[in-house]
Every structure is written in C-alpha cells, then in structure tokens.
Nanobody, 124 residues
C-alpha cells in the first residue's frame, strides 16, 4: 500500500513536501515514483528513485525545483517541491515498481502499485 499526504494550497514561488508511506512490499527492493495529473492533461511521471542503487530519474520540467528522497528505515518517500508554479497544480500520486527494471523503464511502461493522490493547488 502507498499513502501520499502533504498536499495543499500554496502561493506561486512557495514550497511543499509530499510524503508517501509504504507498506506491504520490500521497500528496499523497489523504485518509488511520483506522478501527477492536472485537469484535462495526461498523467505524467516526474521523479523516481530506485532504492536498490539510489539512482534517480526526473522529468526535465522539474529539474532544479523538485527532489525525491527516501527514508528506508521508515519506508517513506518524499517529494520536495520548491518554487511551485501554477502549472504544477495537479493531483500527485505515489507509485512503486520492482527496482530491477530501473526508473526510466518503470516510468515509461507503468508502475506496479499506485496510491491515492494528494491535491496540490498553486495560486498565482
């Protein structure tokens, strides 16, 4: 199971940190990805971290503003979002996939497990 939290309303230029509590699978052997979907737009993968080797993948549009991290002892992943812009407003989802495939493959072909999303709203 994956449970995302931490969404809310923030002004443009502000920051939010999303959390994802994981359970029921070997966290250390999985890749954790964050996806988002804005109204009227396709769902997109934005960041992924592979807990097997620590490698990360990120979408170009969030590089330098968003970072992903994990606390393996707590089986929790985080998405730190800085300098949020109105175009970042979306429902954000925490996902997981066996780490053997690698983040780029997992993000492209689809993640195995999805949690319920958390809404992020950015006011201009």
């Amino acid at each position: 199971q994956l449970q995302a939290s931490g969404g809310g309303l923030v002004q443009a230029g502000g920051s939010l940190r999303l959390s994802c509590a994981a359970s029921g699978f070997p966290f250390d052997d999985y890749a954790i990805g964050w996806f988002r979907q804005a109204p009227g737009k396709e769902r997109e993968g934005i960041l992924c971290i592979n807990n097997i080797n620590g490698r990360t993948w990120s979408k170009e549009s969030v590089k330098g503003r968003f970072t992903i991290s994990t606390d393996n002892a707590q089986k929790t992943a985080y998405l730190q979002m800085n300098n949020l812009q109105p175009e970042d407003a979306a429902v954000y989802y925490c996902t997981a996939d066996p780490g053997q495939r690698g983040c780029s493959v997992s993000v492209y072909y689809g993640m195995q497990s999805w949690g319920k999303g958390t809404q992020v709203t950015v006011s201009s």
